[in-house]
């Protein structure tokens, strides 16, 4: 391991840098390799979005609105269901 040690005693640890240089254009087989597998991708993803569709139905239909389930007054014990409100 590489390590030094400045002015004031502390040591140091570096990662050893590896050597900088270009990428290569792929050739012919590799952007044929590279094609397949992006054809093969945007088959699995368009397969699975179908499938999930397929699987669940309710994801295209709007979502109910919500039924209070309050009680209606008349069906609370105790309570006319004729009067005027001063009760």
């Known amino acids: 391991m590489y390590t030094t040690i400045n002015q004031d005693g502390q040591l140091n ?27 093969c991708a945007i088959l699995f993803v368009k397969r699975v979005s179908l499938l999930s569709f397929l699987l669940h139905p309710d994801v295209t239909k709007p979502a109910p609105t919500q039924v209070s389930r309050l009680p209606v007054k008349s069906q609370i014990r105790g309570r006319s269901v004729k009067g005027n409100g001063s009760e």
């Open 13 to 39: 640890n570096y990662a050893i840098e590896t050597p900088v240089y270009y990428a290569e254009y792929p050739n012919s087989e590799q952007q044929r390799r590279y094609a397949f597998q992006g054809a």
